[in-house]
């Protein structure tokens, strides 16, 4: 029997893991993409000799998705992660922190001994909690998702201990606003990987982008449009190219998009409640700024968080020294500034100069030696950088889940995948590619 066809729309990390786990299945897979190269909002910028990572540059051990890809992908030269210092301002002052454990979060600086006491029952709360805390499926957690982790830390925990280590935590990855992020992206975090070493890829995360898309056979600079579903199965849809444009069919297709995208390239093909799901999902914009210095400021690679301040813009800085073989030349260094989402928000439009002063002028305050020390700077802005898990956000991925269900059981065989369906960042992104996958071979196969 002649394998099922499978399109996949979209070449970032979540139909990158979708295509490539599609053909492990044995589909026939092809990838469209509409850039002319693959990775979407994980494609790094490279200028003169430095590559700038604008995501996930920072692994977790705990990434498990992501790390077995790597190990899959047979690429050596960009494992094992180097270790990365983390470490806080506090009152001006940077301190390395080992936020893993009970011991080492009483140690943070702005949280006193006794107030991580508290946390004795933070293990105990989440084994209540059951399978409803499930990274994987993370419609499980409607029923928990019903206060902010501003308010779920506070009353449980203490302020303190929300401001300097549970905030923290989730914004590394979400840029969220514990006043507005929903407590089950804590819990989830907490849950799959705060006992995660970080590290940063030893090479440019584009190697690895490259080879995923070099494994199913990809269309580059292929647009998808006009989506339908074929009255005896399957689906029929227009790609658009530089020189042509045509009909396609397959099977069954993953729209592996940001959730607006997939509204404008399939709109017609969804119930007014998968359409109102899909558009209400929001984005945090992100501008970074990064600043390629003359000298690396330490040995080792380091991430220092910034807890909230009102009106303060950096949420970290990463500096990372050069490596033979690395992002960064050898000899040098590279800081990455990056904004609060809030902050981003706010200044998205302010021109370069205006964000590159205000930003190096707040790290100025525990770094002087940013003055002068840098080779060139280069700003960052995207405007749909992560998406956001705020206090709702979860229920609705349950209602969308219950509709896609509804969907399949009716013999649909359009399937979606993305960041905003799982959790914010690149494992969670690759999870969502292969619970498409998944779910194509239990109606297909
Ligand atoms: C500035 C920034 C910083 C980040 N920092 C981190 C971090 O530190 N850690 C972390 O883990 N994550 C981080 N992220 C998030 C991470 O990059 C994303 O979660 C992840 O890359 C999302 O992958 P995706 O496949 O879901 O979507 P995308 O990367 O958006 O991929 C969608 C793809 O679909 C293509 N496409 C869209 N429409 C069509 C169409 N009609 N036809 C064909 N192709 C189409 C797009 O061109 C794109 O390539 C960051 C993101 C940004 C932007």
Same mark, same amino acid.
């Given at each position: 029997?002649?394998?099922?066809?499978?399109?996949?729309?979209?070449?970032?990390?979540?139909?990158?893991?979708?295509?490539?786990?599609?053909?492990?299945?044995?589909?026939?897979?092809?990838?469209? %993409?509409?850039?002319?190269?693959?990775?979407?909002?994980?494609?790094?910028?490279?200028?003169?000799?430095?590559?700038?990572?604008?995501?996930?540059?920072?692994?977790?051990?705990?990434?498990?998705?992501?790390?077995?890809?790597?190990?899959?992908?047979?690429?050596?030269?960009?494992?094992?992660?180097?270790?990365?210092?983390?470490?806080?301002?506090?009152?001006?002052?940077?301190?390395?922190?080992?936020?893993?454990?009970?011991?080492?979060?009483?140690?943070?600086?702005?949280?006193?001994?006794?107030?991580?006491?508290?946390?004795?029952?933070?293990?105990?709360?989440?084994?209540?909690?059951?399978?409803?805390?499930?990274?994987?499926?993370?419609?499980?957690?409607?029923?928990?998702?019903?206060?902010?982790?501003?308010?779920?830390?506070?009353?449980?925990?203490?302020?303190?201990?929300?401001?300097?280590?549970?905030?923290?935590?989730?914004?590394?990855?979400?840029?969220?606003?514990?006043?507005?992020?929903?407590?089950?992206?804590?819990?989830?975090?907490?849950?799959?990987?705060?006992?995660?070493?970080?590290?940063?890829?030893?090479?440019?995360?584009? %190697?690895?982008?490259?080879?995923?898309?070099?494994?199913?056979?990809?269309?580059?600079?292929?647009?998808?449009?006009?989506?339908?579903?074929?009255?005896?199965?399957?689906?029929?849809?227009?790609?658009?190219?530089?020189?042509?444009?045509?009909?396609?069919?397959?099977?069954?297709?993953?729209?592996?998009?940001?959730?607006?995208?997939?509204?404008?390239?399939?709109?017609?093909?969804?119930?007014?409640?998968?359409?109102?799901?899909?558009?209400?999902?929001?984005?945090?914009?992100?501008?970074?700024?990064?600043?390629?210095?003359?000298?690396?400021?330490?040995?080792?690679?380091?991430?220092?968080?910034?807890?909230?301040?009102?009106?303060?813009?950096?949420?970290?800085?990463?500096?990372?020294?050069?490596?033979?073989?690395?992002?960064?030349?050898?000899?040098?260094?590279?800081?990455?500034?990056?904004?609060?989402?809030?902050?981003?928000?706010?200044?998205?439009?302010?021109?370069?100069?205006?964000?590159?002063?205000?930003?190096?002028?707040?790290?100025?305050?525990?770094?002087?030696?940013?003055?002068?020390?840098?080779?060139?700077?280069?700003?960052?802005?995207?405007?749909?950088?992560?998406?956001?898990?705020?206090?709702?956000?979860?229920?609705?991925?349950?209602?969308?889940?219950?509709?896609?269900?509804?969907?399949?059981?009716?013999?649909?065989?359009?399937?979606?995948?993305?960041?905003?369906?799982?959790?914010?960042?690149?494992?969670?992104?690759?999870?969502?590619?292969?619970?498409?996958?998944?779910?194509?071979?239990?109606?297909?196969?």
């Amino acid at each position: 029997m002649a394998a099922k066809q499978v399109a996949v729309v979209g070449a970032g990390i979540a139909g990158l893991g979708a295509a490539r786990r599609l053909a492990q299945l044995g589909f026939q897979v092809a990838l469209f %993409e509409r850039e002319q190269s693959p990775g979407g909002r994980a494609r790094p910028v490279v200028r003169e000799d430095f590559t700038i990572e604008r995501a996930g540059a920072i692994v977790s051990s705990a990434d498990r998705a992501l790390m077995g890809w790597i190990g899959e992908l047979d690429l050596p030269e960009l494992l094992p992660p180097r270790p990365v210092v983390s470490a806080l301002a506090h009152r001006d002052r940077v301190q390395v922190v080992d936020s893993r454990s009970l011991s080492g979060i009483a140690r943070i600086p702005g949280i006193r001994i006794h107030q991580t006491l508290g946390l004795l029952r933070l293990p105990r709360l989440v084994a209540r909690y059951g399978n409803r805390i499930d990274p994987e499926r993370p419609e499980r957690a409607a029923s928990l998702d019903d206060r902010s982790l501003a308010d779920f830390g506070r009353l449980y925990f203490g302020a303190r201990v929300t401001r300097h280590w549970m905030a923290p935590l989730v914004s590394r990855t979400s840029l969220a606003d514990a006043r507005e992020a929903s407590r089950v992206l804590f819990l989830h975090q907490y849950r799959d990987g705060a006992g995660g070493r970080l590290g940063l890829l030893r090479a440019s995360s584009q %190697e690895l982008i490259d080879r995923a898309a070099c494994s199913v056979p990809a269309a580059l600079g292929a647009c998808v449009a006009n989506v339908e579903s074929r009255s005896g199965g399957g689906v029929r849809f227009r790609v658009r190219e530089a020189e042509r444009e045509r009909t396609a069919e397959a099977d069954a297709m993953v729209l592996a998009v940001p959730a607006p995208e997939a509204v404008a390239l399939a709109g017609a093909e969804f119930s007014f409640a998968e359409r109102d799901g899909l558009e209400k999902v929001r984005y945090t914009p992100e501008i970074s700024l990064a600043v390629a210095l003359r000298r690396p400021f330490h040995p080792h690679p380091q991430l220092i968080q910034f807890p909230h301040r009102e009106g303060w813009p950096l949420e970290s800085v990463l500096l990372e020294p050069g490596l033979e073989g690395g992002r960064v030349p050898v000899g040098r260094g590279l800081a990455l500034l990056r904004a609060t989402g809030r902050w981003s928000a706010a200044y998205f439009e302010a021109p370069d100069e205006t964000v590159g002063k205000d930003l190096v002028a707040a790290l100025g305050g525990i770094f002087p030696r940013i003055h002068g020390a840098g080779i060139f700077a280069e700003v960052l802005r995207e405007k749909r950088a992560v998406p956001r898990f705020d206090v709702g956000r979860y229920r609705a991925i349950a209602s969308f889940a219950r509709v896609q269900a509804d969907r399949r059981r009716r013999g649909r065989r359009i399937y979606f995948a993305g960041d905003y369906l799982m959790g914010p960042g690149w494992n969670a992104a690759l999870r969502s590619g292969y619970r498409a996958a998944a779910d194509i071979a239990e109606d297909l196969g």
